[in-house]
Structures are given as structure tokens and as C-alpha cells.
């Protein structure tokens, strides 16, 4: 229905429509480092990296993102000495420990282009298994899904993970009609890479065993050659895994303690336990993430396709159904860990889409209405994701409490004062050293570890649980204080859906009645002041 250069024109709109809202707010919470949970583990590894410690020394993830985040460090590193801005690498490193914000941009670009990708590997899978007016759909639907388009914004591993994943799919749909042993191989490349992102990114193997036992969407094998498929897909897998993460086999001992470790973190959970993530994700996660419309579509739609055509069905469910089966077991159940469904359920909601607007144009006896009904049922569909998009990407664009609060202290307190902070540390503000070797004017205190006069209080307050201090002890605290200024982001309205484990403080549902991102905070001065 749209082929030559008009064909073209819809996905290139699209793909900006997905880079816009990707991009918007892209500098949220800097150049604080605890504005987004993760992020300063990346950042801090990756500065490691650049300084030629290849061993990370850190194997809750493996190590692809943070290795490339460093390669991308060295042309800013060069251009910058040219420049003068740097006099050489220890400076270099020195001045981005001081201002660690650039390195959070790197990744966060990273993850805004994996995204971004994403909307086209999309595009590219479903005109590969549909045709040209679902491949359209199903990649607008990416391209505004709101759990997908949130995470792009964030200097983590997850979007890069489901990217590579698309790619690896991307490959095993095409090697399905060819059977081209390059596609094979490439596709067993891009999973090793992709597991090699994110660990939970190796169960894409799953539809290339069934491709292998299968023959694929169209022919059978025997079973002597399914078996050499496999073995040599997992042997590629393996050794694009290892050469992109080598300290897993270098540091053997180092890793094997880490899985143990995510591994137990997963089955235990964290923090406040929400229940198994089967339910959390699917009534949480998902709903919120995608909207209703879209979450109902995509999980029909993969039924329709398994009903109406079982072998390319099966291909496109393999791998969302095992994931969910084995991640949903858990009780950590952080909403990012879900964002690798999401592209798949794009696909398959684009499928249910396009199946019922021919349906109803043929039941209508209007041939020629196809187009316009399916993309007219498309927007219908794809519409609350795309409005809690724009509610997030707007309050993301706007000065964060944390960062406000401590501009406030700044103005107050020129030259310099002892910040007494309780609660999360995620509540908690953050001041730049005044340069490489010069630490800040500002002093923090954790005053829940730590007596000490402070110069002033701030007191975080939010949904999530603030801090373990005894209301009482807090109370004798603040005896000699005063409150001075509140710094509001929320009221209090019932009824929000948060990330409740991942101490992020923008919802995934409710942002009316919300003003910025972060915490409401209450700053005390000492009385009399």
C-alpha cells in the first residue's frame, strides 16, 4: 500500500517523531549524579575503562556499554586537548570525576541512537514478516511507545540491549527466507553482543533453536543439521559474548561471584516487595508503559498471528514469552527490566491493527479505506502511550528539585556551608568540586549516620519510603531549626504508579498535580538566622 519514495516518507517522519521525543530532556538532573539510578555506575566504569583499567572489576552487567561509552571518550579527549581545555589524560580525568556530566550525556546518546534504531529495526522486521503498511504501523508504535521512549533517556544498558536484540531478530527473520548461512551467523553475533550488553538479552537464542528445529517459516530439517545450526549459532554467540566482555573468562572468579549475586538480588528483590514480576510487570510495567490499547493489541495480536499462520508466530513469540516466563519469576521487578518486550509487542500490535482495519474495510465493502482505517485504529491504539510521553518528556525538560535546592544554598551561602541531608540518597543534593583537586565549598552530612552542627537542613518527602530516622529523633534534629523554603515537585495525590524499586521520582502513570522531577524538599535554617 505505500512503496517507492512516499513508502519512504512515513518511517522518516516517524524516526524523527522517535529522535524528538528521545532527545527532549535528554540533560535531566545534571550535573547531579543521582538523578537516575545506575547511571553513575556506568559513568564511573567507563571513566576506569578510559584510564586503561580493562578489567571493570564490576560484573553486575557485562561490559559491552561501558567499553564503548569509553571509546567514545577518547575523540572528546582529543578534541579537547587540541582545544586546550585539557592538559592531558590526568587532567582530563580529573576534570570529568569533578563534572561527571558529560560522560552521562555520552551514555545517554548512546541509548537515545539504540533507541532510535530500534524504530527502524522494527520498521525493518515487520515489512520483512507483514508488509510496508504494518512495518509503518508497528515502528510509530515504537516510536511513542512511553516505557521504550522513557529508558532511551537514560545512560543504562537496557535500550542498547533491546537494540541489539532487534538486530539478532532482524537477522533470524531474514536467514528464515534465505537461509543464508551469513544471516545465521550475523544473527548469532548481534545475540552474543546483545547478551553481552545485558545478560538477560542471551534468551534471544530462543527463536533460533526453533528456527533451527523448524526449518523456519517455511521448510522442515533434519535433525542432524538442526543440531549443527544450533552448535554453531552458540559457539558465535559465545565468542562475540566473551570478545565484548573478555574479563567474564579473565576474571572468572570475579564474575561467577557477581551472577551469584544478580542472581540472588533478582529471586529476592529489592526493596519493597511488590510480588512475583509475572504480575507486576503485566499489571504495572506494561499497562502503564504502553498504555492499555497497545499492551491489549500486542498480546492479541501475538495470539492472532500464532492462530492465523503457527510457524511465523511461533518465530515472534520465542523469545517474549521465554523472557517473560523467566524474568517474571522474581521479585525485583524494576520496569526497565521489561523494556526488551516492548519492541516485540509494537510488532505484533501493528499485526492486530492491520488485520482488523482489513476487516473492517472488507466488511464495509471499501477496499481502498484500508489504509486509512488501519492508521486511523492505529492512533486510537497508540494514543495514552503517546500522551504519558509527553507529560514525562516536559516534566524531564524542567529544573530538577534537587537541583534547585541546592542553587537555592548556593545563593544563601556563597562562601560555602555544612549541608546536613537525611533520607535516600537518591534525595540527596549534590554540589561540583570547584575543579580537579579543589573539592567543593559545600560539605554533605548524612545526618542519620553522623552528629554534626549543620549550617543547614534539607528534608526530603515523596511517595517512596524517605528514611529510616525515627520521627521522634528527627524531631529532636530539628529542634534548633526552622523551616525556611519548600521546594515543591508534587502534591500529594493518591493514585500514582511509580518504579516503586527504582528510587526514580517521575511516574509511570499520574503526572497531574506533578511540577518537576524529584522530591519535594524542606530546607532548614537554624533559628534566628
Not at 546518546?109 to 532510535?116: A, D, E, H, M, N
Not at 499489571?283 to 492465523?308: D, H, T
Amino acid at each position: 500500500m505505500l512503496s517507492g519514495v512516499g513508502g519512504r516518507v512515513p518511517i522518516a517522519i516517524i524516526l524523527l517523531i522517535a529522535s524528538v521525543a528521545r532527545l527532549w530532556g535528554l540533560d535531566f538532573g545534571l550535573p547531579s549524579p543521582y538523578c537516575r539510578p545506575d547511571e553513575e555506575a556506568v559513568a564511573a566504569v567507563s571513566l576506569s575503562i578510559f584510564a586503561r583499567n580493562l578489567n571493570p572489576h564490576f560484573f553486575d552487567w557485562p561490559t559491552l556499554f561501558m567499553y564503548v561509552v569509553a571509546s567514545c571518550l577518547l575523540p572528546y579527549f582529543q578534541v579537547g586537548r587540541y582545544l586546550g581545555w585539557f592538559r592531558g589524560e590526568g587532567h582530563f580525568l580529573q576534570v570529568n570525576a569533578a563534572d561527571i556530566s558529560t560522560v552521562f550525556l555520552i551514555a545517554r546518546t548512546l541509548s537515545v541512537i539504540s533507541g532510535v534504531a530500534s524504530v527502524w529495526l522494527v520498521y525493518r522486521v515487520a515489512r520483512r514478516l507483514f508488509d510496508e503498511t504494518t512495518a509503518v504501523v508497528a515502528a510509530g508504535f515504537l516510536a511513542l511507545a512511553f516505557l521504550h521512549a522513557r529508558d532511551s533517556h537514560f545512560g543504562v544498558t537496557d535500550v542498547a540491549a533491546s537494540c541489539l536484540i532487534l538486530v539478532s531478530f532482524l537477522y533470524m527473520v531474514r536467514f528464515a527466507d534465505s537461509g543464508a548461512r551469513k544471516d545465521w551467523m550475523k544473527a548469532a553475533t548481534a545475540a552474543g553482543l546483545a547478551a553481552s550488553t545485558k545478560y538477560n538479552a542471551a534468551m534471544i537464542v530462543a527463536p533460533a533453536v526453533w528456527l533451527a528445529f523448524s526449518g523456519g517459516v517455511r521448510k522442515p530439517v533434519d535433525l542432524a543439521a538442526a543440531a549443527r545450526l544450533v552448535g554453531e549459532f552458540a559457539l558465535v554467540m559465545a565468542l562475540a559474548f566473551v570478545a565484548a566482555s573478555p574479563y567474564v573468562v579473565l576474571a572468572f572468579p570475579e564474575f561467577l561471584r557477581a551472577i551469584r549475586g544478580v542472581s540472588a538480588h533478582l529471586a529476592g528483590g529489592h526493596g519493597v516487595i511488590l510480588g512475583r514480576g509475572w504480575t507486576v510487570h503485566l499489571f504495572s510495567s506494561l499497562r502503564f508503559g504502553l498504555g492499555v490499547p497497545l499492551l491489549v493489541a500486542g498480546i492479541a495480536g501475538l495470539a492472532w498471528l500464532v492462530a492465523k499462520a503457527p510457524r511465523k508466530g511461533a518465530l515472534m513469540a520465542a523469545f517474549p514469552v521465554l523472557y517473560y516466563v523467566l524474568l517474571g519469576s522474581g521479585l525485583t521487578v524494576f520496569a526497565r527490566y521489561i523494556v526488551p518486550l516492548v519492541p516485540f509487542l509494537c510488532l505484533s500490535a501493528a499485526f492486530a491493527v492491520s488485520e482488523l482495519g482489513r476487516w473492517i474495510a472488507e466488511r464495509a465493502e471499501r477496499p481502498r479505506w484500508t489504509p486509512a482505517v488501519i492508521f486511523a485504529i492505529a492512533l486510537l491504539v497508540i494514543a495514552p502511550s503517546a500522551w504519558s510521553l509527553w507529560q514525562f518528556d516536559r516534566l524531564l525538560a524542567r529544573a530538577d528539585s534537587r537541583l534547585v535546592a541546592a542553587e537555592w544554598i548556593a545563593q544563601r551561602f556563597p562562601g560555602g556551608a555544612i549541608v546536613g541531608q537525611v533520607g535516600r540518597s537518591s534525595s540527596h543534593l549534590f554540589f561540583k568540586e570547584e575543579g580537579p583537586r579543589r573539592p567543593s565549598r559545600f560539605k554533605m552530612a548524612d545526618l542519620e549516620r553522623t552528629a554534626t552542627d549543620a549550617d543547614v537542613v534539607v528534608v526530603p518527602s515523596s511517595p517512596f519510603p524517605q528514611h529510616a530516622i525515627a520521627p521522634e529523633v528527627l524531631g529532636e534534629l530539628l529542634a534548633r531549626y526552622e523551616p525556611v523554603v519548600t521546594i515543591q515537585a508534587s502534591d500529594s495525590a493518591a493514585g500514582r504508579a511509580y518504579d516503586w524499586q527504582d528510587e526514580f521520582y517521575l511516574p509511570l502513570s499520574g503526572f497531574s498535580g506533578i511540577v518537576r522531577p524529584g522530591p519535594n524538599l524542606t530546607i532548614y535554617l537554624p533559628k534566628g538566622r
